[in-house]
């Protein structure tokens, strides 16, 4: 292979099995991104069949743990579908699979689809929510949980009003769960650590590609996982709002995308909001061909 080297606020335009292979080892601090879904949009940008699923992925997330660095984090975005009434498995699958090729499946944050469409289903509610995967290389990895700390809400002042006896020691739970808290603690402060759940609504203004997430999503985990400067790397940029996201910050982007309309409405969008960065990455680039042996 020819010199691994990574262009940074750039995104690559082709397939990221093709393109990861190019990029150096451990060059990159976090990984967010939406992989097509099983059988999902086959008509716009092609769909992996689920029994083929892990197969597919498995190739992909040993590249993305190559390049991530030994403290970077990545943040896989999934939902799986339903098939004949039952829900697929390929997710928990891929799950297992990637813990075998040695990540550490850290946690499963859930993004709550705030604005999700009403309906009715025989056997099943409205789905309205997604996880949010967190695979890391090592149980020491960076995380700036002040970063994304929530304020304390409305409902504290009333409850800290007048603090019972019990409040101001560590009460263990009622229920022998081993769970304790001291109310007491919560007393003065404004800003407290959000849970794992993201209650977002999804994006409706974007009509130029059919599964964007919103630019919230990708926003938190950069702030928790990143510095200004660091560089967060999404395989399937799509429309571009994991680079949005990293720009909006302060980080540096860097994207893989398979369809050439997406790349340039991608940059399209980065052009607006920093025209300076974006201006010479405007030409995509293609994965030289290798020859065969
Ligand atoms: C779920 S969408 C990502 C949407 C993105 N998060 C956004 O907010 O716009 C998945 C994207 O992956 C792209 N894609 C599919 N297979 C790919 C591959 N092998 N390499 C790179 N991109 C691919 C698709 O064209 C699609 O735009």
């Known amino acids: 292979m020819s010199e691994q080297r990574l262009r940074t606020n750039f995104i690559y335009h082709g397939d990221c099995r093709e393109i990861l292979p190019t990029f150096p080892d451990e060059c990159v ?132 009003k007048k603090l019972s006896q019990t409040d101001l020691v560590r009460d263990e739970s009622r229920s022998k769960s081993g769970f304790g808290k001291r109310v007491a603690n919560w007393l003065g402060r404004e800003w407290v650590y959000p849970t794992n759940v993201l209650h977002l609504a999804t994006e409706v203004s974007n009509k130029n590609h059919s599964a964007v997430f919103p630019l919230e999503l990708p926003m938190w985990f950069i702030r928790l996982f990143t510095q200004e400067g660091d560089i967060v790397l999404d395989p399937f940029m799509g429309s571009g709002t994991t680079a949005r996201a990293a720009l909006k910050l302060g980080r540096q982007y860097v994207g893989i995308e398979l369809c050439k309309e997406y790349v340039e409405l991608a940059n399209r969008t980065l052009q607006a909001i920093q025209p300076s960065l974006i201006a010479e990455s405007q030409t995509s680039y293609t994965v030289p061909k290798r020859k065969r042996k």
């Open 29 to 160: 601090d976090l990984i967010v991104t939406s992989p097509p879904y099983a059988d999902r949009r086959k008509n716009t940008y092609g769909g992996v069949p689920p029994e083929k699923y892990v197969e597919w992925f498995l190739p992909i997330s040993a590249e993305l743990k190559r390049v991530l660095k030994p403290t970077g984090s990545f943040i896989l975005n999934i939902k799986e579908r339903v098939v004949n009434g039952e829900r697929g498995t390929y997710v928990i699958e891929l799950v297992l699979e990637m813990r075998k090729q040695g990540w550490l499946w850290t946690e499963d944050y859930c993004w709550h689809k705030k604005n999700c469409y009403p309906g009715k289903w025989p056997n099943r509610f409205r789905d309205a929510w997604e996880h949010c995967y967190h695979f890391t290389k090592q149980k020491v990895f960076k995380m700036y949980q002040e970063a994304v700390m929530v304020p304390m809400g409305d409902w504290a002042e009333k409850r800290l």
